[in-house]
């Protein structure tokens, strides 16, 4: 799922940061340092996997199969928020408008609608399901899902990780004492909450990406 290509730099991950806007949206946040503990247990599986393996990372820059076949990504409310600030408020032309397109005509069966020529058009803002699915050996060829193929050349992500990031996004479904985030991580309460992102109704996100450009024209 369209990857940059990993370097021995990182493997420590790098927050992501958009200081104006953290300032006024409270989930985000929380979004932006459960996405920096996933992409660091992600460097450090991948790392680990590629010398068990004695295999490289195949996933790479413009690489996107995946985002063509998986037709059950999850998705979680968070998430959903931040796909949605993002699309509206940061994403510029001419991607802009190829986005709306896909968003607006979606259906099931289609490739992801955040894939542009080839790549994420919300790479910093990916679910972490995409940013879990990496690959080792050959890159997949159209139409597989190496999960199904060769299981083994698939990354498992680090539990921990994955267990420390979703903890972090817990205050956003109102759980916020520390006994509680362990109780809702330790019972996958989390998961009650999950979306599939192709089962979902994006023309909603489309027309208020539209609305926004109306606005900010009449200004
Ligand atoms: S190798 Fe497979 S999983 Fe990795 S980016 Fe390419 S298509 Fe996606
Ligand atoms: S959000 Fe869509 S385009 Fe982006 S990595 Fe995930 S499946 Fe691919």
Redesign the pocket.
């Known amino acids: 799922?369209?990857?940059t290509e990993k370097t021995e730099d990182s493997y420590a991950s790098t927050r992501m940061n958009f200081p104006d806007d953290e300032s006024k949206l409270r989930w985000l946040p929380m979004l932006l340092d459960a996405y920096a503990i996933i992409d660091k247990g992600i460097a450090l599986a991948i790392r680990n996997e590629e010398h068990r393996l004695d295999k490289k990372?195949?996933?790479?820059r413009g690489?996107?199969?995946?985002?063509s076949?998986h037709s059950d990504i999850p998705v979680y409310p968070l998430e959903l928020v931040g796909i949605y600030w993002f699309c509206i408020e940061k994403i510029t032309q001419p991607v802009r408008n190829v986005i709306i397109g896909h968003l607006s005509g979606f259906e099931k069966s289609m490739p992801c609608p955040f894939l542009v020529n080839s790549s994420c058009s919300i790479h910093m803002l990916r679910p972490v399901s995409c940013r879990q699915?990496?690959?080792f050996g050959?890159?997949?060829e159209e139409g597989?899902d190496?999960y199904y193929t060769r299981r083994d050349d698939?990354l498992t992500p680090l539990e921990e990780y994955t267990k420390q990031a979703f903890s972090v996004m817990l205050p956003f479904y109102g759980i916020t004492g520390e006994t509680d985030k362990i109780y809702a991580i330790e019972n996958g309460l989390i998961h009650a909450h999950v979306r599939i992102l192709q089962a979902l109704d994006w023309k909603e996100l489309a027309k208020r990406m539209e609305e926004f450009d109306s606005k900010k024209a009449s200004f």
């Open positions: 799922m369209d990857k990372l195949a996933c790479r690489c996107s199969n995946c985002c076949t699915f990496n690959v050959k890159t997949c597989e190496p698939v």
